[in-house]
């Protein structure tokens, strides 16, 4: 049986996230290109969710380990800045294995403006269903998390806390 | 085929066999792979400097928030001022990194040594006059209502600074506020919402976030009288102009204050940028000494 060339893209898009280990970094929208150049040489594009995020120097490691094993030689993985990450980019695949795995997934992000961002005094308007039992009757806890990219709620109904990623 | 037990191996084992400089954030290049070409008509000093502006004033209000984790008020709210504070952490690499990429290092990078990172050797090996935050990140917290009536004033100016600065001619400035203008709305209000709470809240709370806003006002004096610097790049289309964002600043403190049931103090007459130039109090020397000292007395250490 002839080795059918693994194609670049595949490589990559299986490589999973170091927080969220059961989703990939493409079903997180983090992954924004993968191409071949003329020359052979395989680039990899990656966006960060959040300016601190510690884990880019990872996905980047992890990333050209799996395309090196797979026998591309010559990797180059690139962050990218713009445009800026969204929650709206985590797949539809995304967001239902972020269900199964107990946390909820974002709404849609804010509508973006040019102008000032408007002041939010009252409480987060953010909803989320519980992961855990389905109740829409759930509570913010706090808008900060273990994660940046997550927020932590609880749910009136069963009354398990659980996490949820922020639209952004 | 190798699979390593912890993310953390990875990333020491992407390092290979020399190992990490002990005191750096170590990850990599916050800008690998960006594009850092400076665009034409701009100046690279001048760019580099006002990213130190900006990235200076991200690292040291990072640095004082991180003193509140083991002290806040509630686990919640330790949780979250380490994420505001990582949050910040990450701008300042990013404009630290661009500081560097157009070659402002100053005297760090000869008492750095050749191998540590440009954004590393900013912020660890610069000494304070060398810093161009403002009076108003660098200032102490006596107590919790001052760390949240501070965190809502800098997050404002920030927040109305990135706003303008998404459509700065400098693409890289451009990127990392329209990346930070999401960050700093979460951080705004969240500060906002606490100023709310506490203000208007019990006899005690009221009365030490009365005295919080007394303390922290003064320090808006400095913070929109531009510099040179901020002038020629605002001509260029490349900076804010601190002056332009004044009315909007007050418009939103004012907001929350009204609503915290707490008077606005009148608005401080404006004075030279000192910070921006380098000229700082004792502050901001005692918070680098915590910063940067196990750094500059082990150097070249490694792990």
């Known amino acids: 049986m002839s080795a059918v060339p693994p194609d670049p893209r595949s490589v990559a898009g299986q490589v999973t996230d170091p927080e969220l280990p059961t989703l990939t970094l493409a079903d997180l929208g983090v992954l924004r290109d993968v191409r071949t150049e003329a020359d052979g040489a395989v680039v990899v594009e990656i966006t960060p969710t959040y300016s601190g995020c510690p884990a880019m120097g990872v996905m980047r490691a992890d990333l050209l380990r799996a395309l090196h094993e797979a026998g591309f030689g010559d990797v180059d993985v690139r962050t990218v800045l713009s445009p800026a990450w969204t929650s709206d980019w985590i797949s539809a695949e995304g967001r239902r294995k972020l269900a199964a795995a107990g946390i909820a997934p974002p709404g849609s992000a804010p509508v973006r403006t040019d102008g000032p961002v408007p002041l939010q005094l009252g409480p987060p308007r953010r909803t989320a269903d519980c992961p855990l039992c389905g109740s829409p009757d759930t509570e913010e806890l706090s808008e900060f998390g273990s994660t940046a990219c997550k927020a932590l709620r609880r749910c009136r109904s069963c009354r398990e806390p659980f996490e949820h990623v922020k639209e952004i | 085929m190798v699979h390593e037990e912890t993310v953390y191996d990875a990333l020491a084992n992407a390092h290979g066999e020399a190992g990490r400089w002990a005191f750096g954030t170590g990850f990599d290049d916050p800008l690998a792979g960006v ?249 901001l020397a005692e918070l680098l000494g915590t910063l940067q000292g196990l750094a500059r007395q082990h150097p070249a250490a490694t792990w």
């Open chain 2, 35 to 283: 594009d850092t070409t400076v665009p034409g008509g701009i100046d690279p000093a001048d760019l580099g400097t006002y990213c130190l502006m900006l990235g200076d004033d991200a690292l040291v209000l990072a640095q004082r928030l991180t003193e509140w984790v083991t002290r806040a008020p509630e686990l919640e709210e330790e949780v979250a001022i380490g994420n505001i504070a990582l949050d910040l952490l990450g701008q300042a690499r990013l404009l630290l990194a661009r500081a560097g990429s157009v070659g402002v290092l100053g005297r760090s990078r000869e008492r750095a040594g050749a191998t540590i990172p440009d954004e590393d050797a900013l912020a660890y090996f610069r000494d304070p006059d060398e810093f161009h935050s403002t009076a108003l990140v660098a200032a102490p917290d006596t107590d919790f209502a001052q760390a949240v009536v501070r965190l809502l004033a800098a997050a404002t100016v920030r927040l109305a600074v990135f706003s303008r600065l998404r459509s700065s001619r400098d693409p890289v400035l451009a990127a990392i506020a329209a990346k930070g203008v999401h960050e700093l709305a979460y951080h705004r209000d969240h500060a906002a919402r606490w100023v709310v709470r506490l203000g208007d809240g019990t006899e005690e709370s009221h009365r030490r976030t009365r005295s919080a806003v007394d303390a922290v006002w003064p320090l808006l004096a400095e913070l929109f009288t531009p510099t040179d610097v901020e002038t020629r790049l605002a001509a260029a289309g490349v900076a804010v102009d601190p002056a332009g964002v004044r009315d909007e600043v007050r418009d939103v403190l004012g907001q929350v204050l009204g609503r915290a049931a707490l008077p606005v103090p009148a608005w401080p007459v404006g004075t030279p940028p000192r910070g921006r130039r380098g000229q700082h109090g004792p502050e």
